[in-house]
Every structure is written in C-alpha cells, then in structure tokens.
C-alpha cells in the first residue's frame, strides 16, 4: 500500500517521513476494510429487505441488543486507537529537540502573502523586534538593529535554507492573520496563529539537489493566498554556512547612520525577490 500511495506522495526528505507515510498506509487499509465492509452490508440490506419480499413494513422496529453491543465495541476501539496511538504520536511530533542534538532554530514569520524567515546568525541568539520598527519594504519583521544581538541577524523572503541532518526547530508566527506552514517533503503543517510562537521540529535527511521545494501556505489567508510561497532549499552545512555568510548584513561601524543600515536591508530583499522570482519562472 505504501509504494501505491508514493506515487502520488511528494519526495519525502525528513526523519521522521517513513513512519508518518507508513501511518498514512495504515489508514487507507482501514478505509478499504470499512469501505467494502459497508457497501457488502448496504447490498444485503438492498436485498433482505427489498418491498418486493416484505410488502408491509414492520412497525415495531429491531429487538435485538445487537447494535448496541456494536456500538460500544466500536466506542471502546476508539478509545483504544486515541489514547493507545494518537496522544503517543503527538507527544513525540511536539516533543523538542534535545540542546545536545544541536538544533537549528529559525523564525519564520507569516504574513500575507509572503514568509518572512530570520536568522539568529553567528552568535546564535535572535535579536529584539518591535512593531514600531516595521517598514514593509526595508525591515519587514520590525528587527532593531540597534540591539547588540540583531546585529548578526539574516532576514530573507520566501527563502528558507536549512543543513541537511542538522534538526531544526521553526519558530512559527504570523503578522496578520491565520497561515499554515506547508512543507510536503518534510512531512509537515502547522497553523500559524497570530499572537502566538508556535515551535515546530524536524530534521531534514536529504539535499534537495536543484529539486524544487516549495513551502505553502495551507490556509485559506486572502485574496492572493495562492501566491503564498516559499522556497527550501537542504543543503550540506558547508554550503548552508556559505549562503549564510553571503546572506550576512555587512558590518556597519556604529557611527554610520539608520537610514544607511535601512538602505542596505532593502538591497537584500530586492536581492531575494528576484531570487524568488527565478524560481517561479519555471
Ligand atoms: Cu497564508
């Protein structure tokens, strides 16, 4: 069942891929068994109690306890499958990465209709942000680059790199409204909810090697939400950490001004759109 599935499955390129593919086999067997064994009990019942072998109908209903007995076994099973299999398996899908695995920890920050992504950079601690420092076209997550922190912090549009193997946490929130961020080869979706930071995990197991790899957004957000797309692309860490240095703001001495820092932020973006817009000419 699960080869059948893949050949309509996107790539999988996470850890955790194989076992949710193997759950998604699991269900469709589940489905096929209910759905022969229903449309078996439809045709028997089409049959045994056509108007043609039983003209007048029996008023007094079933007086069998059959059905209840059904019933509460079907009840049980439930139980069985939601405490025995769904509450383990979301533990685990929101259980996060141990310090000593290293995680990767980025900020991606949805709005509509593009996905902001920051980068802590070198010193591994995400500068502040505010939304008074919000400018749409020069610093779109609101970053305060007079923070000593956000000094070193990346900012990119719709372009998401990540090491392969490395895990990763994102770090998901939204500008405006509802979003969801869709990645298919990694096996994930969660909804990004404004007002709150919603972390997600997984570890990338594949390079995407000029694969297209996209990142939707999977709710319905407004008018141009069709065009809510991202790019991600896996790559070694020698190559992640070579994009990051390219993608690193310049360092600018303290005394040179705020507009010059703005200026160059919005080199960065321009510098990014058209990346984004290289890949959506396909
Ligand atoms: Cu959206």
Not at 36 to 64: C, D, E, I, N, Q
Not at 146 to 173: C, E, F, G, K, Y
Not at 178 to 203: A, C, L, N, W
């Amino acid at each position: 069942m699960q080869e059948f599935l893949a050949k309509w499955m996107p790539p999988n390129a996470a850890a955790h891929g194989p076992s949710l593919d193997a759950m998604n086999a699991i269900v469709h067997w589940m489905m096929a068994i209910l759905f022969v064994g229903w449309m078996a009990y439809f045709l028997l019942v089409l049959f045994k109690f056509s108007s043609k072998r039983h003209p007048k109908a029996v008023y007094a209903g079933t007086k069998s306890h059959f059905s209840m007995y059904v019933e509460v076994g079907i009840a049980v099973i439930e139980v069985i499958l939601l405490i025995g299999f769904a509450f383990p398996a979301w533990a685990s899908w929101v259980e996060p990465h141990e310090p000593g695995e290293n995680p990767l920890v980025v900020r991606v920050i949805a709005q509509q209709f593009t996905w902001n992504v920051h980068y802590p950079g070198p010193d591994g601690v995400f500068g502040s942000t505010s939304i008074e420092l919000i400018d749409e076209a020069s610093n779109p997550i609101g970053l305060d680059r007079s923070d000593a922190m956000a000094v070193d912090d990346i900012v990119t549009i719709n372009q998401l790199h990540l090491p392969v193997d490395r895990p990763v946490t994102i770090l998901l929130s939204s500008k405006d409204v509802i979003h969801s961020f869709g990645v298919p080869v990694m096996r994930v979706k969660q909804d990004v909810i404004p007002g709150m930071e919603i972390p997600m995990y997984f570890t990338p197991v594949k390079t995407n090697d000029g694969e297209r790899w996209e990142i939707a957004c999977a709710q319905l957000c407004g008018l141009s939400h069709y065009s809510m797309r991202g790019y991600l692309t896996v790559e070694t860490e020698a190559e992640f950490e070579a994009w990051l240095a390219e993608k690193a703001p310049a360092p600018v001495e303290p005394a040179e001004s705020a507009a010059q820092e703005a200026g160059e932020a919005a080199d960065d973006e321009a510098a990014s759109d058209a990346e984004a817009e290289d890949h959506s000419g396909h």
